[in-house]
Every structure is written in structure tokens, then in C-alpha cells.
């Protein structure tokens, strides 16, 4: 079973970016997330990564960052709200728990948790578009002339995720399969198990990369420019995202203090701000240009062995094109993009 | 040096001289005192038993040995002129190319593209030298429309010829290939042995591959080399191999040899067309079947297994499809049934279902007492003593089912391959025997991937005496001559809907992929097996008179599998 989070070739353009424009456009939302505690900016940007992962067809893998983020955000906002007893609004006392002391719970502390745990939704979800888009082997490439023995490492890791996990998914499925008869499996044999295996898996994975000649170290071959149209819009709509984010930092459109009373501030920058940050989520749509097929009235040719006809008039003349172009031949419309 | 390699010119694409290998705390050798050449240009098939040594020969023809796994090493191993002890596997990999026999380990790539490019890339090759040498050996292999899919969404077929690919781009001299039909279907297997050959003659690449499948093989092949315990048996053209088995090791001959074998026809065919001839040229008329009228129809009664409307939907990644659609079937206790179709026909996914691992979207299917073994029966071993794994009176009682009561306080590890097949049966058995030890259904997902003849004789033993208790079996495979011999019906899958059922003799006569070696030279209904095709040529009038020699027949009856 693959895993959500994947990558799988499509020629969007987030795929057919480079590796560093894909990272600097998403790195850019990943770090309005990091630098803002606004939740309508924190809310924005996550529509945003949402928006960016399903024009570039990666609805699987925004699923399931958005389960997870979720999941993740849930757990932050009830840890916040236990651990924090700051804030006027009490909704709840639950008196003096062990280790946590007297907690009370207040719509504050809930609030800021909600600010954080969208903060980490945002990551997650720019973290598995970055995974389902962004073509694994051509990050290693990149990275191979820079830093060779972390790019062997991070190639055979990468090729592990998906064996391991499908070994993983055999041994449960071996478990399931054991008669009631036999001793029951706990997880912590399987995981031993699993180690043990992939220990082995390692091994042949290592073989295979001597065998491709990885040991013979950084390649001296010229590198092939790998071209790409999109890479322009997408360091654009990163530069315009960061420094909109910045400006904005600047003059205030960071307008959120949970403590004492929950203020979310609404005005003209912090709009603006979401205005910029939503609107970069279209950055990988696709432009399908409209091929427009226009005629082209083609001058009349004089055909030198036929004096004072054009083809039109002496296909006229003939009745039919014997030879040369007819009068309603397509040839004659040209076609421009 | 032989003959091809004199006429050439050239060195030997490998050339291995008095070579000995231990394995790190190994007890005992796994090589020992190997001398072997393999000419440029020459189809040098590699045939043994399980753990007789070829994969670690072919190991050390690609540098693996010893430099990936230790232990000692004695003598010389040249590869294309340069010396496979001295440099590694990287520095050998512009001359020698290894596929092994798992695909899944053999690719380390997210896109098949940059998998076949990465051994170029790693070379230091200009990108436009790269970018042609790719669509070259993609052509070549027929893969082109692969070249922009992810990995893990190939099938095992998909993933060998990216393997092989792979291991082709550099155009290396020397191939090695350890058992790479093993997890193909009989269709995909022949495609591969035969684009081998294509690429040995058109190419001129030197190939040394290792099978135990060796009817699929055999006519492809210049020269055979049998090793046996690991040194060499036997180095010689097919034929003389052939006459070699019958002497001292019948379990490495084909289907056809043991065909003529038993009849008495001489010489020995090293394939189908070998042994079609031979017989078109001697027969006067054509062979009749002694069973041709067979019944199909299904006998009534109690069932073991029943699915009515199945459907199964699975999702890859790209997206959910239909993999089994609307199948009827049915199988009665103490039937043996033979589950066959290509590659993705939908044959594992039905045993999945029928063991509730998947649900099906709709349908029903209904399996009593079922025990499902995986292809890979380690799966179900997790602990240290066999006793551990199957405690109580139930566990025993598995254990006894499948013969191995015996080995209780052994450690799995230390059990072979085919002790460990039957203690993972058992697990699966555990606790689904009625009162008398007698399991309901017994279903087994490819369980002869990579075995030699004998552990399939012994596995073919274990179904029969299951069937005798009252079992009923289901046995998934692509195996056609382990079929023909344990099955009573074959059920051919074909994308997911039943295409064929029926007796296996029928089944397995009537086609051309999915028929026996046996079949395809005879072209008789009904005869699958060489024993009963042997009988048919014994009593059959014939010219065959001229070709028996006395000496040599083992007598149709003998020896039976």
C-alpha cells in the first residue's frame, strides 16, 4: 500500500518546478505560519497549502496532512488549555489535578492553543504537498555535489520508507492471519520483527546503491539543466508572500493577544496580508492557453509557367487542384498559438 | 578460453579461476575450487539446487563477494579483463550488470527514469549521452511508457525490466541474473527469457543467469553450468546436460527431457521445438488423447469455499479499480484446486478476501476453517523456539498436520526453507482443525517462488496428504508444472473475472502460456504430466521406434514427478 504522502510524477507545474523554487514557494507559506499567530493569516495560509495541493492533484496527501495536522491541532489546543491558566473567561475548574496543579480552563487558553495547533496544521499540510510534489530523486541530485554522504543516507532512507512500510503492512497482515491456536503477536514483536528486516532490507538496498557504482563518489559529469517555465512564478509568488509577510509584521498586521481577553484584530493590514497569502495558493494552477486558429488570407502567388493567373484562378480555371494547393485546402490556414 | 572467446578475440566477459568462499562464521564453504569462463557474447545458464551457490557465484562475478559481504576468499575473478577482488562493485559496474531475484530491493529511485539513469549519472556521463542511453534501453526492454512512473506503482513484472534496465544502461559486457522469472507469470517469464536472448544476440552482451525454472530457459541457453554443493557438476552444451541430470541429478531436468526419458526416445530435447520436431518427424498420425471427454461440471455437496458476485476494489494510489468482478466460484472439501492468471489477474487479492484481510464491495464469499499462507511464510515467524510460536495442545496438533511434531524446541532460523514454509503453515493452522485434525480450506499464495524440484516434491507430499484428510487446497500460482502435478482443477483468473475452470489436464493443455512443457509438445488433450505423456508415446503407433533406445528409458511408470 503507498503511502499518502508519496510522490507521484505529474507534469503540473509544482512538479515540473525545480526542487527550489517548489521549496522556496511552500518554505514561504511554512514561514508566514512561523511568523504570524494571527488566526485568520494562520487560517489563510493553510487554505492557501490546502489550495497549492489540490490544483497541483495532490487531494490525497492534503487529506491526510489535514487528519493528521487536525489530530495534532486537537491535541495542542487541550494541552494548552490545561497547562495555561491564563485569561479572564473560566468555562471550566476542574480543581487541583496531580502534577498539573489547580486547572482552569479559559476560552484564552483555548484560543492561543487553537493559534498554535493551526500553525502546526499549516507545516503539515505544506509538508505533504512538498512530499507528493516534489520529485524526490531530483532533491537528491541537487543535493549529491553539495553533501555526498548525506545524500547516499537520505537516498537509502527514502527508499526504506516504502519497503519498510510494505513490510510492515505483510507482517500485519501475517498476524492477522496466524490461526487462534497459535501464540498471539504483540506489537512489540512485530516492530522487533520489523527491525530485524529491515535491518536486512538495508543491506540489499546498500548492495543495489554499490552496484549503480554510488561508492564511486560525487559524479564529475556536467549536470543536466533541468528546465522549467514555472520556476520564475513560483520564486515570485514566494518573494511577494515573504515580503508581504514582513511589511505586514512591521506595521501591525499581526494584530492577535490572547491574554487577558482574546483580541483578534481585523484591519486593513491584516487583511491585506490574507489577501496575498490566500491568493498564492493559485500559484500552481495550470494556464491553459486557448489555441486560437486564425486565417491567414495567403497573397496571391502568380505561378510562373501560367501568366496572369494566381493558384486560386487556375484551380478555378481547372475545375479542381490537379496539382498544387486547392482554393479550400487547410494548408492555407495557418495555426498560431 | 573457449572457442567463441578465441574466434573473437576478446577476453572473457568472466573469467573465474579455482575460486573458494566462505561466508562470515560460516560452517562451511560456499564456493569451492570454482573454475569458470563465460565468453563475450555467450547465453551461460547457471542450474543447481536451493543453496548450491549460483547466487554467491554470481555475487562474486559482480564484486559483491567480497567486498559487500566479508568472509574469505581464495583464487582469481576477472570481469572484462579487470579483477573483481581488487576493484568493487562500482568500479566493475560500467562492465557487469546484476539483477537480483527481489525487484523490490533492487530499486533505490522514486521515478523509473532517474533509476535508469542513476548508474550513468553516477559514471559521470554527459546529460545528452544520458538521456539517449535511457530511451535506448527503454526501447530496448519495451518500457518507455514506464519511464515517468513512480516505483512503488510498478508490478513485480514492471519492476524486473526496470531492474534489468538498470543494470543494461551502461551496456556492460557481462549480465547476471539470479532467478529473475521467479515472481513472473508463465507469460512475462517467457517474454524476459527471450528479450535476454535478443539483447545476448543483438547486443552482444554475455548473460549468466541462474534459474531453477530450467524448461523456460533452457532452449535460450549456449551452455549450462550445474553447481552442486558449491563446486562445478557439470559445464557443457544443453543436451549433454540433459543426458548429465538423468544420471546424476534427475531433479534439475525439464518436463520434455523426462518426457522422452521415460518413453526411450533419444536424443534428449533441450525445448519444445527441439522435441516437436523429433516427434512430428516420427509419428505417423496424431496422438490421441485418452481423455478428452472430461466433465467440468462441479460436483454438489459441502463446500469449503464459496464466493458468489464478488467484487474487489483496490486503490494503488492511482486511483480505486475493480481487481476481482462478480466471480462464482466454489470448492468442495478434499478438492486441490490451481489458481493461475498473469501478474496482477487478481489471484492474491480473491485469498486475501476469502481470508478477510480485504472487504469486498460487494458479493459475499464464505471460506470454512480457512488457513491463508502469504507468499513470504517469515512473515509469520516472530519468536525464537518453534514450541514458542504454537504452545498448547492446538499448536501441536497444527504441528502434526504438517509433519514437523518433530521439531518443537527448534529455533525457525535454523530450520530450511522448506521446514520453515510448513511451520508458518501451521501457525495459519493453528486452531482451525476440527476434532479429527482436519483443516477446512488451505490456501497457499505462490508457495513455490524460488524452490528447487525436490522442496516442490516435498510441498506436493504435505497438499496430498492434506486432500487425503478432507482439506480442501487452493494453491495461487504461476508454476504450470507444479500445477499440472498436485491440482485436480485449474481456475484461470484473467482481470479479474474467471476465464477458464476445469480439470487441470484440460486446462492446462488447451493453451500455449498457461499449458505444461509436456502440452505444448504433444498438443494432446488432456496429457500435462510426462508421465502420462510418455505413456500415450509408448502406446501410440508410431515411428518412434527408431529413437528408442532401450537403455535409456526409465519406463513411463517410474519415478512418477
Not at chain 1, 496527501?61 to 491541532?73: D, N, P, Q, S
Not at chain 1, 514555472?230 to 518573494?239: E, L, P, Q, S
Request: aromatic content about 4%; hydrophobic content about 45%; charged content about 25%.
Amino acid at each position: 500500500m503507498r503511502s499518502p504522502f508519496a510522490y507521484i510524477p505529474r507534469r503540473g507545474p509544482l512538479q515540473s518546478a525545480r526542487p527550489g523554487a517548489a521549496v522556496a514557494y511552500l518554505g514561504a507559506l511554512v514561514v508566514v505560519a512561523f511568523l504570524y499567530s494571527s488566526p485568520p493569516v494562520l487560517l489563510a495560509a493553510g487554505v492557501a497549502a490546502c489550495l497549492a495541493g489540490r490544483l497541483a492533484g495532490a487531494r490525497t496527501a492534503v487529506r491526510a496532512a489535514l487528519r493528521m495536522g487536525f489530530a495534532l491541532a486537537l491535541l495542542i489546543v487541550v494541552v494548552n488549555a490545561l497547562v495555561v491558566d491564563r485569561g479572564e473567561t473560566v468555562l471550566a475548574r476542574l480543581g487541583e489535578l496531580p502534577i498539573l496543579g489547580q486547572v482552569d480552563i479559559t476560552l484564552e487558553a483555548i484560543v492561543a492553543g487553537v493559534s498554535l495547533g493551526l500553525r502546526a496544521a499549516v507545516t503539515m499540510v505544506a509538508f505533504g504537498v512538498y512530499s507528493a510534489c516534489v520529485d524526490p530523486d531530483r532533491v537528491l541530485r541537487a543535493l549529491r555535489p553539495i553533501a555526498a554522504r548525506s545524500a547516499l543516507t537520505a537516498t537509502l532512507v527514502s527508499r526504506l520508507v516504502p519497503v519498510t512500510a510494505a513490510d510492515a503492512g505483510r507482517l500485519r497482515d501475517a498476524g492477522r492471519l496466524r490461526g487462534p491456536g497459535a501464540a498471539a503477536v504483540g506489537k512489540g514483536a512485530l516492530a522487533r520483527r520489523l527491525l530485524a528486516g529491515s535491518l536486512d532490507r538495508a543491506v540489499d538496498v546498500a548492495a543495489t546503491l554499490e552496484l549503480r557504482g554510488y561508492s564511486l563518489g560525487v559524479p564529475h559529469g556536467r549536470r543536466r539543466p533541468e528546465p522549467s517555465r514555472y520556476d520564475a512564478r513560483f520564486y515570485a509568488v514566494a518573494a511577494v508572500v515573504l515580503a508581504a509577510a514582513i511589511v505586514g509584521k512591521v506595521i501591525g498586521a499581526d494584530d492577535f493577544h490572547p491574554y487577558p481577553t482574546i483580541h483578534i484584530g481585523l484591519g486593513a493590514p491584516t487583511l491585506a496580508v490574507c489577501a496575498v497569502v490566500l491568493a498564492s495558493g493559485l500559484a500552481p494552477i495550470r494556464v491553459a492557453r486557448r489555441q486560437v486558429r486564425r486565417r491567414v488570407a495567403s497573397p496571391p502567388r502568380r505561378t510562373p509557367g501560367v501568366r496572369g493567373l494566381t493558384d486560386r484562378e487556375r484551380a478555378m480555371l481547372l475545375g479542381t487542384a490537379r496539382q498544387g494547393v486547392s482554393p479550400r485546402s487547410p494548408s492555407r490556414e495557418v495555426d498560431r498559438v | 578460453m573457449s572457442e567463441l572467446a578465441i574466434r573473437r578475440g576478446a577476453a572473457p566477459a568472466l573469467a573465474v579461476e579455482q575460486l573458494s568462499y566462505s561466508y562470515p562464521r560460516a560452517a562451511a564453504p560456499a564456493l569451492l575450487d570454482v573454475s569458470l569462463e563465460v565468453a563475450p557474447g555467450e547465453f551461460v545458464l547457471l542450474a543447481g539446487r536451493s543453496a548450491s551457490g549460483k547466487s554467491t557465484l554470481l555475487r562474486a562475478a559482480c564484486g559483491l563477494v567480497p567486498h559487500f559481504h566479508g568472509g574469505e576468499v581464495e583464487g582469481r575473478v576477472e570481469v572484462a579483463g579487470l579483477d573483481a577482488i581488487a576493484a568493487g562493485p562500482g568500479e566493475l559496474a560500467a562492465a557487469v550488470g546484476y539483477v537480483a531475484q527481489d525487484p523490490e530491493t533492487q530499486v533505490v529511485s522514486t521515478t523509473v527514469a532517474a533509476e535508469i539513469e542513476l548508474p550513468l549519472e553516477m559514471r559521470g556521463d554527459g546529460p545528452g549521452d544520458r538521456a539517449r542511453a535511457v530511451e535506448e534501453v527503454a526501447l530496448a526492454l519495451a518500457i518507455p511508457h514506464l519511464l515517468g512512473r513512480a516505483v512503488d506503482t510498478l508490478s513485480g513484472g514492471e519492476l524486473q525490466r526496470v531492474a534489468l534496465a538498470a543494470a543494461l544502461v551502461t551496456r556492460p559486457r557481462l549480465v547476471l541474473l539470479d532467478e529473475p522469472t521467479s515472481q513472473l507469470d508463465p507469460v512475462s517469464g517467457d517474454e524476459l527469457i527471450w528479450l535476454l536472448r535478443r539483447l545476448n544476440e543483438e547486443w552482444g552482451v554475455a548473460v549468466l543467469l541462474a534459474e531453477h525454472r530450467l524448461e523456460r530457459c533452457l532452449a535460450a541457453a549456449d551452455r549450462v553450468v550445474a553447481v552442486e554443493d558449491g563446486r562445478i557438476g557439470f559445464d557443457g552444451p544443453p543436451r549433454e546436460f540433459l543426458a548429465w541430470t538423468r544420471e546424476f541429478d534427475p531433479t534439475l531436468t525439464t518436463p520434455a527431457a523426462r518426457l522422452f526419458s521415460l518413453a526411450g526416445i533419444e536424443p534428449l530435447p533441450v525445448g519444445v521445438r527441439d522435441a516437436r520436431r523429433v516427434l512430428e518427424a516420427s509419428t505417423r498420425g496424431a496422438l490421441v488423447s485418452p481423455e478428452q471427454h472430461q466433465s467440468t461440471a462441479r460436483p454438489k455437496g459441502p463446500r469449503a469455499f464459496e464466493a458468489k458476485g464478488l467484487w474487489v476494489e483496490l486503490d494503488s494510489g492511482d486511483g480505486a479499480r475493480d481487481v476481482i468482478r462478480s466471480i462464482d466460484l466454489t470448492v468442495a472439501p478434499g478438492e486441490r484446486v490451481a489458481l493461475m492468471g498473469r501478474n496482477g489477474a487478481g489471484k492474491s487479492t480473491l485469498l486475501r478476501t476469502a481470508a478477510r484481510l480485504i472487504d469486498p464491495v460487494a458479493g459475499r464469499v464464505a471460506a470454512e476453517r480457512m488457513a491463508l499462507l502469504t507468499q513470504s511464510p517469515s512473515d509469520f515467524l516472530v519468536r525464537e523456539r518453534v514450541g514458542d510460536e504454537l504452545p498448547g495442545e492446538a499448536g501441536l496438533a497444527a504441528l502434526r498436520a504438517v509433519g514437523m511434531e518433530h521439531a518443537l524446541d527448534a529455533d525457525p532460523r535454523d530450520l530450511s526453507g522448506g521446514e520453515r514454509q510448513r511451520l508458518a503453515l501451521a501457525i495459519a493452522l493453528a486452531g482451525r482443525l476440527d476434532g479429527d485434525g482436519v483443516p477446512g480450506l488451505v490456501a497457499l499464495d505462490e508457495p513455490t517462488r524460488g524452490m528447487d524440484r525436490g522442496r516442490k516434491e516435498d510441498l506436493h507430499a504435505l497438499v496430498e496428504r492434506l486432500a487425503a484428510q478432507g482439506a480442501a487446497i487452493v494453491i495461487a500460482t504461476h508454476d504450470v508444472e507444479f500445477a499440472a502435478e498436485f491440482a485436480e482443477r485449474v481456475v484461470l483468473l484473467g482481470d479479474g473475472v474467471v476465464i477458464a475452470d476445469g480439470p487441470s489436464a484440460e486446462i492446462l493443455s488447451g493453451g500455449w502460456y498457461f499449458a505444461t512443457e509436456v502440452a505444448r509438445v504433444l498438443d494432446v488433450p488432456g496429457v500435462v504430466t510426462p508421465e502420462k505423456g510418455a505413456a500415450l508415446l509408448v502406446d501410440s503407433p508410431s515411428e518412434l521406434s527408431g529413437h528408442i533406445d532401450p537403455q535409456s528409458s526409465e519406463g513411463p511408470g517410474e519415478g512418477a514427478g
